[in-house]
């Protein structure tokens, strides 16, 4: 059974820094994009950054600048360098990835982490 396990989540002032990791474990044939999506409490899911596995990356506008995703494909861990946190980024972070497990015969299946909370607050 192929996981993604988020950690690395919490309690940070404005203008503070958070890094979030994302491992994923099981029998994994190959990890195509990874990516970080967030959700705040009343709003819809939307897409942070993502990242293929050549290392290509995109951001949401509002957090351009902030946010850096990398990833390590030797430990099929994907990261969320945060910095300048504001208020607004205040939501639980999923981590997903595109993963063809061993058991699938080539077909990429799409992974969901259960996600990490990150409040930034005085």
């Known amino acids: 059974q192929v996981q993604l396990v988020e950690s690395g989540g919490g309690l940070v002032q404005p203008g503070g820094s958070l890094r979030l990791s994302c491992d994923a474990s099981?029998?994994?044939?190959?990890?195509?994009?990874m990516g970080w999506y967030r959700q705040a409490p009343g709003n819809e899911r939307e897409l942070v950054a993502g990242i293929s596995t050549s290392g290509r990356t995109n951001y949401a506008d509002s957090v351009k600048g902030r946010f850096t995703i990398s990833r390590d494909n030797a430990k099929n861990t994907v990261y969320l360098q945060m910095s300048g946190l504001k208020p607004e980024d205040t939501a639980v972070y999923y981590c997903?990835?595109?993963?063809?497990?061993?058991?699938?015969?080539?077909?990429?299946?799409?992974?969901w982490g259960k996600g990490t909370q990150v409040t930034v607050s005085s």
């Open positions: 099981g029998r994994i044939f190959r990890i195509n994009g």
């Open positions: 997903n990835a595109e993963i063809v497990p061993y058991s699938a015969y080539f077909n990429a299946i799409n992974y």
